[in-house]
């Protein structure tokens, strides 16, 4: 943190920050795919478990009558699909807002002293 911190006097850096948080290529969008994947597994773990749950109830139906001692196979038709959405411009426009910020005041300091050197120039 006080590495990207350090990063922000140069404008160049406030500018890579700001593009790669906006379209979710940089770190922050690595992240964010780590937790909708791992919330995405944890829908799976729990589907897995209630098949397992389900195939034991069958194991116990099929020991007691043996008339269903045909073969039990898993159906997975119902299982989670992982489908990927990106994140909300709103949630990344807040994130980036203070590099934008610097952006800005970047700007203002440049033109006052392109400004400034303008009005100290002597035409003569």
Do not use: H
Not at 26 to 53: I, P, T
Not at 54 to 76: H, I, V, Y
Not at 107 to 120: H, I, Q, S
């Amino acid at each position: 943190m006080l590495a990207k911190s350090l990063a922000c006097i140069s404008p160049y850096a406030n500018f890579v920050y700001v593009a790669r948080d906006l379209t979710g290529t940089g770190l922050r969008g690595l992240d964010y795919f780590a937790r909708v994947a791992k919330e995405y597994d944890a829908q799976l773990q729990s589907y897995k478990g209630e098949k397992e749950d389900e195939f034991k109830k069958g194991e116990q139906a099929r020991a007691k009558n043996t008339a269903l001692k045909k073969a039990f196979s898993w159906d997975l038709s119902d299982r989670p699909r992982f489908a990927f959405r990106e994140e909300p411009l709103k949630y990344k426009l807040g994130e980036v807002l203070p590099y934008w910020g610097i952006l800005g005041l970047f700007n203002v300091v440049f033109f006052a002293a392109a400004f400034a050197g303008f009005m100290r120039y002597d035409v003569r």
